[in-house]
């Protein structure tokens, strides 16, 4: 079984050669370093990466060159990879940033709607239900959007919304379906992501009647943990495989 999803020191995950442990402990075949990455231009995504870290744009060479040392002192398949904010105003810019950096394979994710974080519950939960629907349907509309674009292989988390409480619920069985045909058109394929299934969501993404839709629509998968420490890493494994063999789901590997 393949990881694509793992975060590090490079972002807002634990040490590299920790989270390669955690891959080796968990039975792993392959583990995929996928850290945070922005190249909005922004103010805002100025400072959210300076509070927070997220500069693999100015450190991915040398995270690369770290990611070789571990691979000579494993059998672990270990990939070089990306997970990259989107929005549509910057597609150049982050098709751009790809290909100059050559990553083996690049995650692409909606982290933000009007410029608040869907995580945001204080935020959203002032907004009326009139704005939240809003909220999610320009959600829905970036997922697509990203998945149009082309530029990358995965898309993480095609549901984040919902995480929130206050957006939770809101997604509804059209917009399962347009997200759906935007995949079977793509070559991007969306992610089996126990990020939160740990945690209070307790969930995996996409939900259930999301990844009957995608049944439904002949999408396959990948797999990603988005696990940011070795616990979570090594206890959402069997989690995952157990979803996967219960729900019999398509499930490939990257040809990376």
């Given amino acids: 079984m393949h990881d694509y999803h793992v975060h590090t020191t490079y972002s807002d995950g634990d ?13 792993l075949d392959g583990v995929g370093f996928a850290d945070h990455c922005n190249v909005f231009g922004t103010e805002g995504a100025r400072a959210y990466r ?18 070789e040392r571990s691979r000579n002192r494993t059998d672990l398949r270990i990939y070089d990879a990306v997970e990259m904010d989107y929005h549509p105003d910057y597609e150049d810019e982050i098709e751009a940033f790809l290909s100059d950096a050559g990553f083996q394979y690049a995650i692409g994710s909606v982290h ?9 519950r204080e935020h959203f939960g002032r907004l009326s239900t009139a704005e939240r629907e809003g909220a999610v349907e320009t959600y829905v509309d970036r997922v697509c959007a990203l998945v149009d674009s082309e530029l990358f292989d995965v898309a ?70 988005d696990a940011h420490e070795p616990g979570a890493l090594i206890d959402s494994v069997d989690r995952l495989a157990d979803t996967v063999a219960e729900r019999d789901l398509p499930v490939i590997e990257l040809d990376v």
């Avoid at 933000?112 to 945001?120: C, P, Q, S």
């Avoid at 919304?161 to 069985?173: C, F, I, K, S």
């Fill in 156 to 225: 993480a988390h095609v549901d984040l919304v919902e995480r929130n409480p206050a957006l939770r619920g809101l997604l509804t069985a059209d917009q399962y379906r347009r997200i759906a045909d935007a995949l079977k058109k793509s070559r991007t394929v969306p992610e089996i992501n126990a990020g939160r299934v740990l945690d209070d969501y307790g969930e995996f993404h996409p939900s259930d009647p999301f990844v009957q839709t995608l049944l439904d629509a002949g999408v396959e998968f990948t797999i990603g943990s």
């Fill in 112 to 120: 933000a709607v009007d410029g608040a974080n869907v995580h945001d």
């Fill in 50 to 67: 300076d509070a927070f870290g997220f500069n693999l744009d100015l450190t991915y060479e040398r995270r690369r060159r770290a990611i």
């Fill in 15 to 27: 040490l590299l050669p920790r989270m390669v442990g955690a891959a080796e402990e968990a039975g």
